[in-house]
């Protein structure tokens, strides 16, 4: 990758799509979490009069620069009974609301001179348009003439980081392979180029980037198939780790403790039968099958989009792709368990619902994803 100076910014293909749906959400994004007030915004807000002014001084935490929640409902105190905001209600602008507000769901990683803008799908209308995709997902590039300077920022390993991320998007959407086949050889590419970095041999990476690009095919092919006691294993270990994470949903909670036994509580044996039941069922239907590895496919790819190159900051390059798998093998045994509790029937629907509901677990809590990564090394 080149640099002349100019602002990059890089988005998916779908990016576009995206406009809140507002009272006809499913969800709301102003509840569970608490809502940052920047600065710019908070002064604003300490200068506004009449209704609008007094309801702002009764419901920000000056302390902490945030909105209140109601202690019962954890929702925000301007989302009222048809989830629509009164802020805005009152402006009839975007304008009143804080960053936070009138950013989300977009999310921003920042390079130097680069930014990488996506969709979290801890929304669900951005899981509704990932998930609803059959193409493979691409990225626009785009310039203009702004320019900054970081104090410190590893251009050579970012680069390196770039080209590898291409390869990576190379593997995971080579659909000529089953998607846990694609993610295994971008566990071992990413392990690889790990321990380069690690030994301090970082020109080397080039050689190892080259050669999976030049030889995906042929190293896909030796790829083993995982069995179905590897995948018991490791669904087992999946949900250890979650146990470990602090909900920030009591319904998420009881959505993961009851998938875990209805998929593990029963033995290995059992777990064999009913991924044989559902993948049979997904071979007859027309087109599930396929359907299904599309959206693993488009997962690991938002996942490796939103975190990979993010290991610039702190060289943990294999850690970024077991966090994708790790997220993808988790959302595949949601959807089996949620197959198996509604009598053999997964929608859409209930597609999107679990993924924005991880994401959202994952997303909106630092500590959460902070403690997973550090689970994964």
């Known amino acids: 990758m080149s640099y002349d100076g100019d602002m990059l910014y890089i988005r998916p293909s779908y990016y576009n799509e995206f406009e809140c749906i507002a009272g006809e959400c499913p969800d709301t994004c102003c509840a569970g979490w608490?809502?940052?007030?920047?600065?710019?915004?908070?002064?604003?807000?300490?200068?506004?009069?009449?209704?609008?002014?007094?309801?702002?001084?009764?419901?920000?935490?000056?302390?902490?620069?945030?909105?209140?929640?109601?202690?019962?409902?954890?929702?925000?105190?301007?989302?009222?009974?048809?989830?629509?905001?009164?802020?805005?209600?009152?402006?009839?602008s975007e304008s009143v609301w804080c960053e936070t507000c009138r950013m989300y769901p977009r999310h921003i990683e920042e390079f130097e001179n680069v930014r990488e803008i996506s969709?979290?799908?801890?929304?669900?209308?951005?899981?509704?348009?990932?998930?609803?995709?059959?193409?493979?997902?691409?990225?626009?590039?785009?310039?203009?003439?702004?320019?900054?300077?970081?104090?410190?920022?590893?251009?050579?390993?970012?680069?390196?980081?770039?080209?590898a991320r291409k390869v990576l998007f190379s593997i995971l959407q080579d659909r000529r392979f089953p998607t846990r086949k694609r993610a295994s050889l971008s566990l071992l590419l990413t392990g690889i180029l790990q321990?380069?970095?690690?030994?301090?041999?970082?020109?080397?990476?080039?050689d190892t980037i080259a050669h999976f690009r030049e030889k995906k095919g042929q190293l896909m092919d030796g790829?083993?198939?995982?069995?179905?006691?590897?995948?018991?294993?490791?669904?087992?270990?999946?949900?250890?780790?979650?146990?470990?994470?602090e909900p920030l949903r009591q319904a998420w909670k009881e959505r993961r403790e009851r998938a875990r036994g209805t998929l593990y509580a029963k033995g290995e044996k059992a777990y064999g039968e009913l991924l044989q039941a559902f993948h049979q069922e997904w071979e007859e239907g027309e087109g599930r099958r396929e359907e299904l590895e599309i959206i693993r496919e488009h997962l690991l790819v938002?996942?490796?989009?939103?975190?990979?190159?993010?290991?610039?900051?702190?060289?943990?390059?294999?850690?970024?792709?077991?966090?994708?798998?790790?997220?993808?093998?988790?959302?595949?045994?949601?959807?089996?368990?949620?197959?198996?509790?509604?009598?053999?029937?997964?929608?859409?629907?209930?597609?999107?619902?679990?993924?924005?509901?991880?994401?959202?677990?994952?997303?909106?809590?630092?500590?959460?994803?902070?403690?997973?990564?550090?689970?994964?090394?």
């Not at 945030?66 to 009839?92: G, V």
């Not at 995709?133 to 310039?143: A, D, G, L, M, N």
């Not at 321990?195 to 080039?206: A, K, T």
């Not at 995982?226 to 146990?243: C, H, P, W, Y």
Request: glycine share 2%; proline share 1%.
């Open 34 to 92: 608490q809502v940052d007030i920047d600065d710019a915004q908070m002064e604003k807000y300490r200068k506004m009069s009449g209704t609008l002014g007094e309801l702002l001084k009764k419901n920000i935490n000056e302390e902490k620069k945030c909105f209140y929640n109601d202690p019962k409902t954890d929702r925000c105190s301007f989302l009222d009974d048809d989830n629509l905001c009164i802020l805005y209600k009152h402006a009839q």
């Open 119 to 163: 969709l979290g799908l801890s929304c669900p209308e951005s899981s509704r348009i990932l998930l609803s995709k059959k193409e493979t997902i691409r990225f626009s590039y785009e310039e203009d003439d702004t320019e900054e300077a970081y104090d410190e920022f590893d251009y050579l390993l970012y680069d390196k980081l770039v080209e």
């Open 195 to 206: 321990q380069e970095l690690d030994e301090d041999r970082i020109f080397d990476m080039d």
């Open 223 to 245: 790829v083993p198939v995982q069995t179905v006691s590897d995948r018991f294993k490791t669904g087992f270990a999946i949900f250890d780790r979650l146990e470990q994470l």
């Open 302 to 377: 938002y996942f490796v989009f939103i975190y990979f190159c993010g290991s610039v900051y702190d060289d943990q390059i294999l850690n970024k792709m077991r966090l994708a798998t790790f997220s993808a093998d988790l959302l595949e045994e949601l959807f089996i368990a949620s197959w198996e509790e509604n009598g053999h029937q997964l929608s859409l629907e209930d597609e999107i619902w679990i993924t924005h509901a991880w994401c959202r677990e994952l997303e909106h809590a630092d500590e959460n994803l902070n403690l997973l990564e550090d689970m994964l090394s």
